[in-house]
């Protein structure tokens, strides 16, 4: 069902007849009041309809069938013509070939029953959304008339005088009338018909309903002002919403919203751009152009804001198989103005839905029959996966029963009718005159009406408190939202600004001469820790903060490297590696192949400030002397080994026992 926008700004009658006939005795009338949100429904006779009405102003008053209002023309536009000033009639099954009310409900998702309470939930919710038409017998203009208020007869003087001070009177007011009408800008032609003294009428045909028009009727000694309403020849339909073909809408969400609405033939019709406007403006919007077949974005896949907007219409959605490059959409929209790139994202997305889409709305448009809506077979198709002459189909189906129930053509009654009619005008009369005599029940009556009248500014209230709450609510939620926020994003401020300090002064000890440092921390050299001779702890420590050439590394867990982790190590180049605990033998030799310095970390003092440190450069030089002495020791031994090896094997190679030599 294709919903308003927001929350009603008035409450919506439906009704249909509960009991009896509007050409026969006292019908019944089930009431359904929908203010968007809450239903209250009630079942009344046709004169409290009627002070309902008059009471609560409804803004509009959804049937069925118009004549259930009324039992013929004249009837229904004196009906027409009591309505309040800002309320008006719907037939929510067409105009002058209605659907039946089953019909139309199924086919914009709104529940129905063969109840009259059902019946009148169902248009009531039907005008909510906006379907149906208003019934109208008058125009837009309106006639105020200035006359004289009393005969120019003989009165008290003499009659000349007389005739002199009405005419007067009557040429006064007429002025004072077209002053106000001057003043509310109000277009206007006036009739003047001038009489001795002054004027004997005046008629101004205005541009406008009557609640607009600044003048209010009078009957006031010698002048009278009648306002009534132009009456048409006939009884007129007009939709209760603009026209609302179908379209295609392309939308391009983010920080500045814009929306492209392009119609069934691949013409642009508007664009929207708005960094303002939340998704419910942006989806009133779209209602007030159309409705949505297709709901295209030039991003795959379809951004979530898109995706929302495109379930509220039921419409199908479209994406590129991939994104759609600037230049593709530049081409696609270079017939087209836009007004900034939103703009023109949006208009591409929906003309390249309309491309992909063109060749099957023309294959719909050659099965639809000429008496068919194409736009409603085609969104039918296009985003309810239907078949052509399935829906084609449905649209023609003869549904003789319901036609005959709901029949919308008043007949002309028999003369025998029209002498029941006139006598029950008759006993109407009667019956209103032994009204105004049963005071006690006029009392109470009026009364009920008090109470009914506090009951609904009760209710009307209860809904408004409601709203609220729910409101202050949400906003509540947020706040606590946005607080949590807030807080998180402090702490980690906090800790990052505690980090900062401690990498500022890891950086003046890392890269200083000691002359702008503090007495305590000259001598000191920064110490990089690797938390295991691993690969993995080697590459995050580098992540962390760097491994350079020339840093002290101390190793935490030295145990466990293999050659390719030694390796690692030694491609950084460090200036000493200090450990706790063994060393593999494979990644001491390769070490020690890279000329790398390794030293107990035992031996140095080191002090560790959270994945930082720092030693003192005295001992970390001490360190490295003490692995230079054992390397040359290493390396002695080393030679030493060689040589007793070559000694080996030339002695083994001229032993006599052999009986041979190698030499020649």
């Known amino acids: 069902m294709n919903t308003r926008a927001d929350a009603l700004d008035a409450v919506v009658f439906g009704v249909d007849i509960q009991s009896g006939d509007v050409r026969g005795d006292a019908p019944?009338?089930?009431?359904?009041?929908?203010?968007?949100?809450?239903?209250?429904?009630?079942?009344?006779?046709?004169r409290k309809l009627r002070r309902l009405i008059e009471r609560e102003e409804p803004a509009l008053i959804a049937t069925d069938n118009m004549y259930e209002l009324a039992s013929d023309k004249d009837a229904l536009i004196r009906f027409l013509r009591e309505l309040p000033a800002g309320t008006r009639l719907v037939q929510?099954?067409?105009?002058?070939?209605?659907?039946?009310?089953?019909?139309?409900?199924?086919r914009h998702g709104v529940s129905y029953g063969k109840q009259p309470m059902k019946e009148a939930e169902a248009a009531a919710r039907l005008a909510a959304a906006n379907v149906g038409y208003v019934v109208s017998a008058f125009s837009d203009t309106t006639t105020v008339k200035?006359?004289?208020?009393?005969?120019?007869?003989?009165?008290?003087?003499?009659?000349?005088?007389?005739?002199?001070?009405?005419?007067?009177?009557?040429?006064?007011?007429?002025?004072?009338?077209?002053?106000?009408?001057?003043?509310?800008?109000?277009?206007?032609?006036?009739?003047?018909?001038?009489?001795?003294?002054?004027?004997?009428?005046?008629?101004?045909?205005?541009?406008?309903?009557?609640?607009?028009?600044?003048?209010?009727r009078m009957r006031s000694g010698d002048v009278?002002?009648?306002?009534?309403?132009?009456?048409?020849?006939?009884?007129?339909?007009?939709?209760?919403?603009?026209r609302r073909d179908h379209i295609l809408v392309g939308i391009d969400p983010g920080t500045t919203t814009a929306v492209a609405i392009v119609d069934l033939g691949g013409t642009v019709l508007d664009v929207l751009s708005t960094r303002t406007a939340d998704t419910a403006s942006v989806t009133k919007w779209i209602i007030e152009r159309g409705q949505p077949i297709v709901v295209a974005a030039d991003v795959t896949p379809i951004p979530e804001t898109v995706e929302k907007i495109r379930r509220s219409f039921d419409a199908a959605a479209w994406t590129p198989e991939r994104d759609l490059p600037i230049d593709r959409k530049q081409h696609r929209t270079r017939e087209a103005g836009y007004d900034n790139d939103h703009e023109r994202d949006a208009m591409a997305a929906a003309l390249f839905a309309f491309d992909d889409h063109e060749d099957q709305f023309e294959r719909i448009a050659?099965?639809?029959?000429?008496?068919?809506?194409?736009?409603?077979?085609?969104?039918?198709?296009?985003?309810?996966?239907?078949?052509?002459?399935a829906v084609v189909s449905d649209l023609t189906e003869d549904d003789d029963t319901e036609s005959e129930s709901e029949t919308h053509e008043p007949r002309e009654p028999s003369p025998e009718e029209k002498q029941i009619k006139r006598l029950k005008e008759r006993i109407t009369r009667l019956e209103s005159h032994i009204e105004t005599l049963e005071e006690?029940?006029?009392?109470?009556?009026?009364?009920?009406?008090?109470?009914?009248?506090?009951?609904?500014?009760?209710?009307?209230?209860?809904?408004?408190?409601?709203?609220?709450?729910?409101?202050?609510?949400?906003?509540?939620?947020?706040?606590?939202?946005?607080?949590?926020?807030?807080e998180e994003q402090r702490e980690s401020i906090q800790s990052l600004e505690d980090k900062l300090e401690r990498l500022?002064?890891?950086?003046?000890?890392?890269?200083?001469?000691?002359?702008?440092?503090?007495?305590?921390?000259?001598?000191?050299?920064?110490?990089?820790?690797?938390?295991?001779?691993?690969?993995?702890?080697?590459?995050?420590?580098?992540?962390?903060?760097?491994?350079?050439?020339?840093?002290?590394?101390?190793?935490?867990?030295?145990?466990?490297?293999?050659?390719?982790?030694?390796?690692?190590?030694?491609?950084?180049?460090?200036?000493?590696?200090?450990?706790?605990?063994?060393?593999?033998?494979?990644?001491?030799?390769?070490?020690?192949?890279?000329?790398?310095?390794?030293?107990?970390?035992?031996?140095?003092?080191?002090?560790?400030?959270?994945?930082?440190?720092?030693?003192?450069?005295?001992?970390?030089?001490?360190?490295?002397?003490?692995?230079?002495?054992?390397a040359a020791e290493r390396r002695r031994d080393q030679k030493s080994e060689l040589v007793d090896k070559l000694i080996s094997e030339h002695?083994?190679?001229?032993?006599?026992?052999?009986?041979?030599s190698t030499s020649g």
């Open 28 to 46: 019944s009338y089930a009431v359904v009041a929908f203010d968007g949100e809450q239903i209250d429904r009630d079942v009344v006779s046709f």
């Open 440 to 486: 006690t029940i006029s009392s109470k009556d009026e009364r009920i009406d008090e109470y009914e009248q506090e009951l609904s500014d009760a209710r009307r209230e209860e809904r408004r408190e409601a709203r609220e709450r729910r409101e202050v609510v949400r906003l509540e939620r947020k706040t606590k939202q946005f607080e949590r926020t807030i």
């Open 504 to 630: 500022k002064e890891l950086w003046k000890i890392d890269h200083s001469n000691f002359a702008d440092v503090s007495e305590e921390k000259k001598g000191l050299v920064p110490v990089k820790v690797i938390e295991q001779f691993t690969s993995r702890s080697i590459e995050d420590a580098d992540d962390r903060f760097g491994l350079v050439s020339g840093d002290v590394i101390l190793l935490r867990d030295a145990s466990g490297a293999g050659k390719s982790t030694a390796e690692l190590l030694a491609a950084c180049d460090p200036r000493v590696v200090l450990r706790k605990g063994g060393l593999s033998d494979i990644a001491d030799d390769v070490l020690f192949e890279h000329e790398i310095p390794i030293a107990p970390a035992d031996g140095v003092t080191i002090q560790e400030i959270d994945e930082l440190a720092v030693a003192r450069e005295r001992e970390v030089e001490s360190a490295i002397d003490g692995w230079r002495e054992r």
């Open 146 to 216: 200035v006359a004289r208020g009393r005969s120019t007869g003989k009165g008290g003087w003499s009659e000349d005088r007389y005739t002199r001070r009405i005419h007067g009177a009557v040429k006064t007011t007429s002025r004072e009338v077209e002053t106000s009408l001057k003043e509310a800008g109000l277009d206007f032609e006036v009739e003047r018909t001038e009489k001795y003294g002054g004027l004997s009428r005046a008629m101004f045909a205005v541009e406008a309903p009557p609640a607009k028009i600044p003048v209010s």
């Open 224 to 242: 009278r002002i009648e306002i009534e309403r132009e009456q048409r020849d006939g009884i007129e339909f007009q939709p209760l919403a603009k």
């Open 92 to 106: 929510v099954t067409g105009a002058q070939r209605p659907e039946p009310l089953s019909r139309v409900a199924s």
């Open 651 to 660: 002695r083994a190679d001229h032993d006599p026992e052999r009986g041979e």
């Open 366 to 389: 050659k099965k639809v029959p000429p008496q068919l809506n194409r736009g409603e077979v085609t969104a039918r198709v296009v985003a309810g996966d239907e078949s052509v002459e």
